[in-house]
């Protein structure tokens, strides 16, 4: 692996072990710090105990094994593009390619079992559609790539990718692998690049409008938004002031959101890059703290957070090739449009909560964030806070990481299943569907008096009628509180009320229904929304 590759795996490895590191100085991020408090005794000995829940909890990638899978694709990078720029300048310097590691890789707090995100630099000879139309043959060839699959939008940046899986010998574990790639705009880009050392102007030569895409807003190309994806996890290392406490931190909170049920962007919840920004701001502002008081500190200040200002580790420097431009997210699909005082469109403002990506050009990593799940995410918080604010007992982080009792929490659901004939074509269903489930949201909270949870848990299923389908269900909790005496004509009736959740669902299928390639798989495709009831007395119906 590269230099910067082999640095990312010991600094995650490093993690597992005590590491001496100099004490933080100065300031980071975009104010200065709330406390420089050395840690103290009690801090040490809660995150002790800490640290042991989370390295048994959630567990890191095997790092050895991952460096195996990396070169092979390393080596495949180099002799495809090698060929590539032969075919234009038979001088060309050789070789050439780089991978450069992004998301919960790239940050060294890759969970195992879980794919890494790399992206594939590749120098200005190199077109980017003939990564896509040809590396995939040469991938297809090797006996070593178990699996191969195209995703025409990745994550919320809604770029292109592949998701494979590596087995380096037989004697290696198969690993996943989401694979993004970028032309920058370079002569040469050696197995060392650093996507760090990317000027701006260099970034505002890749990007452009796509005024003309009716698809997408106007903003940066996909080689900017697929560089973005290692450009972000870079910066976010260096704006922190301690990187193996931001580690530990993050790994906590992450696997604190996923138990606790608000950890899914789909749904409305958090992402990843977004409670990688958000830990990373608390660093800044505690730069002295270590993981206990890190974790109850993202805890407390986001419950206080004032949402009208957005989390952000760096100031924003706007582009030049848009003078309109502002921090929105580059995918607007499940964003409800609005508009500003003069009328113009405005999605930034329309969303729960803003949180910046610190690479050039910044965007908005939490636009799929409603007024419900940023609710809920607020009662988990307040929930830590209420569970660690005693002195006298000692803190129980297996209550703190207790599994959210969604199953048994309400007595009334809305499911939303999605079916296909085969796994191929519910793959591609499922990635049109996902997306938008905020906008079902966004609908169901126009309903007066309803208090509403979604579940990030997808579920598979069997239908009756569709035995051989593939099928997966998603669940969205539903509390109707009874109405105050104002908005109801007589107490007597509040036990009768009739709840229409029907426009809601019709607008949702409408947009559901607009997929475009359904006309390609007419009758092999369904969605479905109905309500469930759960007997009284069989489940706690609350928030």
Not at 227 to 247: C, S
Not at 425 to 433: E, L, N, Q, Y
Not at 494 to 522: C, H, M, Q, S
Request: aromatic share 8%.
């Amino acid at each position: 692996p590269t230099q910067y590759m082999t640095e990312i795996l010991a600094g995650a490895a490093a993690t597992e072990r005590k590491v001496d590191r100099p004490k933080p100085s100065g300031t980071y991020g975009v104010s200065s710090p709330m406390s420089t408090n050395e840690p103290t005794a009690e801090d040490h000995k809660q995150t002790a105990e800490l640290k042991e829940v989370v390295a048994e909890v959630s567990p890191l990638d095997d790092p050895v094994s991952r460096a195996e899978a990396l070169e092979v694709l390393q080596t495949k990078l180099e002799d495809w593009a090698g060929e590539e720029l032969l075919r234009t300048d038979p001088n060309v310097k050789l070789p050439q390619g780089a991978l450069c590691p992004g998301g919960a890789f790239g940050l060294g707090v890759l969970s195992a079992g879980q794919p890494a995100d790399i992206v594939a630099v590749l120098p200005r000879g190199i077109a980017r559609a003939r990564f896509q139309e040809t590396f995939l043959n040469e991938l297809l060839l090797d006996e070593r790539i178990l699996y191969l699959e195209y995703i025409e939008n990745c994550y919320q940046a809604s770029i292109p990718a592949f998701h494979l899986t590596v087995q380096a010998s037989p004697d290696s574990p198969p690993l996943d692998f989401i694979l993004l790639w970028s032309v920058v705009p370079r002569e040469v880009v050696a197995k060392d690049f650093n996507v760090l050392e990317v000027h701006n102007k260099e970034i505002d030569e890749m990007s452009h409008y796509n005024a003309r895409n009716e698809d997408r807003p106007p903003g940066p190309s996909n080689c900017t938004r697929s560089l973005d994806i290692a450009r972000v996890a870079g910066n976010i290392l260096n704006g922190v002031p301690n990187p193996d406490e931001y580690r530990w931190t993050l790994r906590a909170i992450k696997h604190w959101a996923k138990q606790r049920g608000i950890y899914c962007p789909y749904t409305g919840y958090f992402s990843g890059i977004s409670a990688a920004i958000m830990t990373a701001r608390i660093c800044q502002l505690h730069p002295n703290a270590i993981m206990s008081r890190l974790f109850n500190r993202f805890c407390r200040i986001f419950d206080k957070w004032d949402w009208k200002h957005p989390v952000m580790l760096q100031s924003i420097i706007k582009p030049k090739y848009n003078d309109n431009w502002a921090p929105a997210a580059w995918s607007l699909q499940s964003s409800p449009p609005g508009k500003d005082d003069d009328g113009k469109a405005n999605p930034v403002e329309d969303v729960e909560c803003k949180v910046y990506t610190p690479a050039y050009p910044s965007w908005s990593c939490a636009t799929t964030v409603t007024r419900c799940t940023r609710n809920a995410i607020r009662k988990e918080l307040r929930r830590v806070l209420d569970l660690t604010k005693s002195e006298a007992s000692p803190i129980s982080w297996e209550t703190v990481f207790e599994p959210y009792p969604f199953e048994t929490r309400f007595r009334h659901k809305l499911q939303l299943d999605i079916l296909a004939k085969n796994a191929m074509i519910f793959r591609k269903w499922k990635r049109w569907i996902l997306p938008k489930i905020s906008l079902l949201l966004h609908g169901l909270e126009k309903i007066q008096n309803t208090h509403i949870r979604p579940c990030p848990e997808v579920k598979p299923f069997v239908d009756h009628d569709l035995v051989k389908w593939s099928a997966e269900s998603i669940f969205i909790g539903l509390h109707f509180k009874a109405p105050s005496q104002a908005n109801s004509e007589t107490q007597e009736n509040n036990a009768l009320r009739t709840i229409d959740l029907r426009p809601a669902a019709t607008t949702f299928i409408e947009i559901i229904n607009g997929w475009p390639e359904k006309v390609f798989y007419g009758g092999k495709v369904e969605v479905r929304v109905k309500h469930n009831q759960v007997p009284q007395g069989d489940a706690k119906s609350s928030g």
